[in-house]
């Protein structure tokens, strides 16, 4: 079997992002940047990511600096407001641009 590499200093794969790669976290940036905030139902059934599996995804994001998560009540229920940081709004951002350039000249 053989044995997986990293990508080569210089090719297009060492530019991506791998916490925004991951398909879920991708799915819930890709959300958030164009919105400028959302709570954590309406990104759960956009994603159609389960609790637990959105808040570990979350979780990620927000180490890395990418996500602000804000608890608050609205009235007497708890409400979670998700936000893009700037620093994820621009890793997002260079995480687009370089899949679009990765792929630019890749056969169709």
């Known amino acids: 079997m053989s ?8 090719s297009g794969f060492a ?4 916490v925004l ?3 879920a976290r991708m799915q819930i940036t890709a959300l958030l940047y164009m919105l400028e905030s959302a709570d954590y139902t309406f990104v759960m059934n956009q994603t ?4 637990g599996n959105l ?3 979350l979780s990620k994001l927000e180490e890395a600096g990418y996500l602000n998560i804000e608890k608050s009540f609205k009235g007497k229920r708890p409400n979670t407001t998700l936000r893009l940081t700037e620093a994820g709004r621009e890793a997002f951002k260079t995480y687009a641009q370089n899949m679009r350039a990765l792929f630019a000249d890749f056969p169709v």
Do not use: M, N, V
Not at 15 to 18: A, H, L, N, Q, S
């Open 3 to 10: 044995e997986i590499k990293e990508p080569a200093e210089g």
């Open 21 to 23: 790669h991951e398909p």
């Open 48 to 51: 159609g990511l389960s609790w």
């Open 55 to 57: 808040s570990a995804h």
């Open 15 to 18: 530019g991506i992002d791998r």
